[in-house]
């Protein structure tokens, strides 16, 4: 009040970028809200006809929970011929019996060369039992026996990362790391990254079958964790923590001409 016409111009300087929301009050005074999305220490400048007000910047501690969390899962699973035709594929469904007697169903589908051929993801050696049946009833040769062999079951510790992206990465820029399950067997990979921004993740495969190119951006710079699980249990080095420098997205401005 008091101050005659003029532009005010708010702006929250942080380790995130701030939503800030004004509203004229229509008596000379105008509310100011802001909300930033991660903790930490803020500035906030006020300018009123392109000059700083009485106290401005202001500082402000922001506390609370305010790191951010993207994720990826990628199967890789053993694929078996069961050496058998069957017309009616859609009518059937399996499950495979493991030799401690634990059963889960499995994943059917048709080769290429005509053949019924299951997907699992093994977790014990030995002999497991295949249950093909048709409308409840088995098919021709159901149960069928498939040998799991001890290099085919998931061993996180001999998958292999490579890549700057776990040591350190920029803002607005792809990372990458290299994942190499090759000699690692059959396994479910996990994946998520965690720090000051929500980092945009890309998976793709790279060089065959087993060999993973992971990319990600993050948009705010500081410290992320990187979590890597292979087969349920952490690979060698995970998680990895990772430096990010850079540019934030990280001022937040708001004009208001007051009349």
Partial sequence: KGAGAGNLQVAVEGPSKADIQCKDNKDGTISVSYLPPAPGEYKINIRFGDRPIKGSPYSAKITGEGRKRNQLSVGHSSEVSLKVQEKDFK??????????????????????????GISFTPRETGEHLVNVKKLGTHITGSPFKINVLER????????????????????????????????????????????????????????????????????????????????????????????????????????IKKE
């Fill in 91 to 116: 009518l059937l469904n399996a499950s495979i019996v493991a030799p401690s007697g634990l059963e889960e169903p499995c994943f059917l589908k048709k080769l290429a060369n005509g053949h019924l």
């Fill in 152 to 255: 085919e079951i998931g061993d996180a510790s001999k998958v292999k990362v490579t890549g700057k992206g776990v040591k350190e990465a920029k803002t607005h820029t792809t990372n990458e790391l290299l994942i190499d399950t090759k000699e690692a067997g059959y396994g479910g990979l996990s994946l998520s990254i965690e720090g000051p921004s929500k980092a945009e993740i890309q998976c793709k495969e790279e060089g065959g079958e087993g060999a993973l190119r992971v990319t990600y951006k993050p948009t705010e710079p500081g410290f992320y964790i990187i979590n890597l699980k292979f087969a349920d249990h952490h690979v060698p080095g995970s998680p990895f923590t990772v430096k990010v420098t850079g540019e934030g997205s990280n001022i937040q401005r708001e004009n």
